[in-house]
């Protein structure tokens, strides 16, 4: 057993530093010979490589996505994507990786006798030399082609020989990048190190800069950038310096694979800067007047109704109770029969007459809002079992939701997923979509109940207003929605940041900025569709065309 343990033990530590090493042989790119500023003419280099970006995934990718990775026969899924992921690994990379190993042994380890640790520790020098000497000729391959700027050559250089020289300031920078944890063998590559540590870092010395988190992707396998579905990645957090672009960045990282020889297996992707992208845009604009207004009209609203509405009927009903204790003790001190049953319901007087705008105002109270929402009355004819239906369906496409836009990020799911789909409780995950029926038929059922129950009282015809039929339809929910949308475009950009908070931005924002208009004609799950503003509301827009289209039938039904 400890034989064992220490076998594995030693397999775990050469993943780790093999894992590390792609770092460590991308930023030693940037050594230069002296490490000293070179002339400034070449500062303003133009950038000449381009590197392909991962397909955004949208709200119908995500559904696309999924339905692959449940196709299954029995209870085995058939996915030839994700699931297979290790299959398109050349294994040959795991032994380039180990002929770097060696190179990376601790400069003051010992094994055995002090001669041979003194030999260990001049043999680790010559390989240092040797590993530099090497990265250096790929760093002339990169000036030559312009694809790194000699600022950012400079200033990594610097940062890789601190390193080496075990700098603590230096060594902080790959503390704070992403490190191999448990699960290498199940492919977990998701390394995201640590944001905070290393947007706070800077440098001591000549060179000054500061950190800047980068998230490397490499994919594995080619590139299809007709597919929706995302190839199988390793996504890696980097620490660098923030004098580097996202084009250098992916530089150094796709020298790195051609040096491992695995320009076949691995593709490297664009890297991405995760720096608190914000951008104040009409958007953001709008939404700060709106909510400004309607924050305002809260304040006013609440208090009106406070002062003027509520109070009086407050101090009405307290004179009330008053008078009832004088009155309930003047008929204990009688010392009759007569029982003391008063009146324990005190009416409250009526509120006074209000204006137009007064009504307006109370449109905005927050005592009276919440003191609706909060109420669990039934309303006399209400049908309540829609409630429970309501609660449940809802329950069902959050559950689903929730697997749904999760599976992209998600560190262990070659491992449970099979799982998840051997257990007949994940049946009702593997089945969502069903959910979304369930509010269509609610949606018709209580459209042709309550309209037929106007026709009834309209003498048995059905000759409604049909103009205010689909008027009051738009304009119940027209602008909540058109509120949220202008709120979520504009403000929730600054609502977070962190090393995948840019992965949960709404990913149809430049597609918000073009398009908005079928969204607010509900026709967004017709038009456009390729460019989707608000995807996930497709439903309301097909919802809206059923209501259009509902009179066809229920007339014929009446």
């Known amino acids: 057993m400890n034989a064992f343990n220490t076998n594995e033990t030693g397999i775990s530590k050469k993943l780790s530093i093999a894992v590390l090493l792609l770092l460590l042989i991308a930023q030693s790119f940037c050594i230069t010979e002296g490490h000293q500023d070179n002339s400034n003419t070449n500062n303003e280099r133009k950038l000449t490589t381009k590197f392909p970006q991962v397909p955004s995934l949208h709200y119908q990718d995500h559904f696309e996505l999924v339905g692959n990775l449940l196709a299954r026969d029995g209870k085995s899924p058939q996915n030839s994507g994700m699931l297979n992921i290790k299959q398109q690994l050349d294994l040959n ?259 006074p007459q209000q204006g137009k705008l007064a009504k307006a105002l109370l449109a905005f109270s927050v005592y009276t809002n919440g003191s609706k929402l909060l109420n669990t009355t039934q309303q006399p004819g209400s049908i309540t079992c829609l409630h429970g239906i309501r609660f449940l369906s809802m329950a069902w496409v959050i559950l689903g939701h929730v697997f749904l836009f999760s599976l992209q990020y998600v560190d262990n799911l070659l491992t449970q997923l099979q799982y998840f789909l051997s257990e007949w409780s994940f049946d009702a995950v593997a089945n969502a979509l069903p959910s979304v029926d369930t509010f269509f038929t609610l949606s018709g059922f209580l459209v042709s109940y309550l309209t037929v129950i106007e026709m009834k009282q309209k003498r048995q015809t059905w000759c409604l207003n049909w103009g205010m039929f689909y008027f009051h339809r738009f304009w119940r929910l027209t602008p909540p929605y058109m509120l949220a949308l202008v709120l979520v475009l504009g403000l929730h950009q600054f609502c977070g940041q962190g090393p995948l908070w840019e992965t949960v931005q709404p990913s149809d924002k430049v597609f918000c900025e073009k398009n908005w208009w079928t969204n607010l004609l509900y026709v967004n799950n017709l038009v456009h569709t390729k460019e989707p503003c608000f995807a996930h509301t497709w439903y309301l827009a097909n919802d809206m065309q059923f209501f259009v289209v509902a009179p066809l039938m229920i007339i014929p039904f009446f």
Not at 103 to 119: A, E, F, I, Q, W
Not at 176 to 188: C, D, I, M, Y
């Open 93 to 351: 990379l795991f032994q380039r990786i180990e002929n770097f190993l060696s190179l990376l042994s601790p400069r003051h380890s010992s094994h055995g006798k002090n001669n041979d640790s003194t030999l260990s520790v001049d043999n680790t020098a010559i390989k240092e030399g040797v590993m530099l000497d090497y990265m250096l000729a790929s760093l002339d391959n990169l000036s030559e082609t312009g694809a790194a700027s000699d600022r950012c050559v400079n200033d990594t250089g610097y940062l890789i020989v601190n390193m080496f020289q075990r700098q603590g300031w230096a060594l902080k920078f790959l503390d704070a990048t992403g490190k191999p944890g448990p699960g290498l063998s199940e492919f977990r590559v998701n390394f995201v190190g640590d944001y905070d540590l290393c947007r706070g870092l800077h440098s001591k010395g000549a060179e000054l800069f500061s950190g800047d988190y980068f998230t490397w992707k490499i994919a594995v396998g080619p590139i299809n950038l007709d597919s929706p579905s995302p190839p199988p990645m390793i996504q890696w957090g980097v620490c660098l310096p923030n004098t580097c672009t996202e084009t250098e960045i992916t530089a150094f990282a796709a020298e790195a694979v051609k040096m491992l020889g695995q320009n076949g297996t691995l593709t490297v992707l664009q890297a991405e800067e995760r720096a608190k992208h914000t951008q104040v845009t009409t958007a953001t604009v709008a939404a700060i007047v709106i909510a400004c207004i309607i924050g305002a009209l809260m304040v006013l609203g609440t208090f009106h109704d406070i002062v003027f509405m509520q109070w009086p009927r407050w101090e009405a009903i307290r004179e009330a109770r008053e008078e009832e204790k004088i009155l309930n003790g003047r008929i204990s001190a009688a010392d009759d029969d007569e029982p003391l049953i008063l009146n324990k319901n005190i009416q409250a007087p009526s509120s």
